[in-house]
């Protein structure tokens, strides 16, 4: 693949320098891909993990006497439960909504002398289309300012800034492999200009512009993967190190959210490709360089 | 056949170096081209190895007009060229071997041929023991040498040398020269252009002048008929010479 070079291209000060900026290239690349991996994960567990769900909200009036209590709870549990689709209804107890409210407003979120609203949580069977609007309807029959919530709205904005990040990644990707080709570019310009005269003399012999742009592809090629193999090992060892830093920040600050940044074996296939995407880029660059700048020669 | 019909070189505003150069050169023959130094000998050349395109006229390689080439197609025409650059041009970083092995590589030959070939050629012009030497190693006669075998490895169909015998003493220069007609008896054009008066003489073979920036023709031989200074120059007689080993390229046309 790498063959006999007639250009002394090895000796080029490019050569040395040219693996770096592409490892440099690489290891950007690494980053942000594995974000976007990253968020693509977070966003599709947040997706499922919403979907199957709704929360009734019963805001009592603070007068109401504890038996009308339970016996509006109970019918709003008893219009939840025959509501088709529903496969299941929970009282939330009081611990558990301070669990909930935690994050927000401190652990001691269940002692505040705060009106907390009976939250019903309400599991459903994913593929179940539930009126919504009907079911709220009835249930303010039962307790005036009822509320049904299936986190869409919620759902909808997060997912929204998640693809915002991905988008981002894939922009940084791009940018990080649009520098790299732009510095082959250089590179191989340069390339022409110092070998200019054993060019012409290959030429004079009979080598066609591809034999020459075979020799600098080669180089490229080369050069490229070994930047590349180099960038996605720095990159790598970052994603594990960010990836095991965040978890272990999330965890003991709130270990209920349970976030996991950890990439799955197919991910890290797509980033363990990377290299050989930018030294393949690199390759067809200089290929297309050389070709472009030796149809201006004689 | 090789044609030049009312050529003309000129470079920037300067005065015309060549002007209305016509003649033509048929397959397999010799020629000298001599001529004051400054005469346009490597202009002209230089148009011959597609190296120069012409200011006017026409010039014609084995049947396809120059001016009409694409660039895809210039390549395979240039192999057919062996060409002795008077600087000799040999490639430094490559040692004297790669040099010879060059036009081959280019042409695809297999290494074991190439090998073969280029070590039997080497050893013929005097430098068996300097296949991996680098061109900055070598005296100027070695250089001209390496160039000489480069130029004709490849068993080329025009042969042209730039005074290819200007820094090698006369028993090596005759070696080349023999070299040049055991080339020239297998049916490959030769034109070399040369200063040297003495090496002219010894060889009768038929005279390229350039005077005044044109052409014109002498053939030494008394009894040869030559009907006109612009007319078609014929082969020469084989002449006796020592054996070489020069490929054969592939496809190529003789």
Known sequence: MFGHSDLPLNRDASARFLPWIIGFMTY??????????????????????????????????????????????????????????????????????????????????????????????????????????????????????????????????????????????????????????????????????????????????????????????????????????????????????????????????????????????????????????????????????????LAKML | MILFDGVAVQYSAGPPILHDVTFTLAPGSFHFLVGRSGAGKSSMLKVLYLGLRPTRGTVSLFGRDVASLNRAEMPALRRRIGVVFQDFRLIEHLSTFDNVALPLRIAGVREAEIKKHVTELLSWVGLKDHLDALPPTLSGGQQQRVSIARAVIARPSLLLADEPTGNVDDVIGLRLMYLFEELNRLGTTVVIATHNDTLVSRFSHRQLRIEDGSIRVFDPRPMTAYPSPQGTMGAPAATGGPPTGPVRRPGAAQ
């Open chain 1, 28 to 293: 950007l690349c690494v980053i942000a891909v594995a974000a976007g991996l990253t968020v693509d994960r977070v966003a599709e567990r947040w997706r499922q993990g919403l979907a199957g769900n709704l929360t009734v909200e019963l805001p009592f009036p603070a007068e109401l006497e504890t038996e009308k209590r339970a016996e509006q709870l109970d019918q709003a549990m008893e219009l939840v439960a025959d509501t088709p689709g529903v496969t299941g209804a929970t009282v939330l107890e009081d611990h558990q909504i301070a669990a909930l409210l935690e994050p927000w407003l401190g652990p001691d979120a269940g002692q505040l002398d705060v009106p907390l609203p009976t939250m019903i949580a309400v599991t459903r069977r994913t593929d179940a289309v539930i009126d919504l609007a009907g079911l709220k309807t009835k249930l303010r029959q039962i307790v005036p300012d009822a509320e049904v919530d299936d986190h869409g709205d919620w759902v909808a904005d997060a997912l929204g800034f998640l693809r915002s990040l991905q988008a981002l990644a894939g922009a940084l990707s791009a940018l990080a492999l649009g520098a790299a080709a732009l510095t082959v570019i250089f590179v191989t310009r340069t390339g022409l200009a110092t070998h200019r005269g054993v060019i012409e003399v290959v030429h004079l012999i009979g080598a066609p512009d591809r034999y020459i742009a075979r020799q600098f592809q080669a180089q490229a090629l080369k050069l490229g993967i070994l930047g590349g193999v180099v960038g996605l090992g720095f990159g790598a060892a970052t994603v594990l190190g960010i990836g095991r830093l965040i978890a272990f920040s999330l965890d003991a600050a709130n270990p209920g959210l349970a976030f996991d940044f950890r990439l799955l074996p197919w991910q890290w296939v797509v980033l363990g490709a990377l290299p050989l995407v930018v030294a393949l880029l690199a390759m067809f660059t200089a290929r297309r360089t050389v070709l472009r700048s």
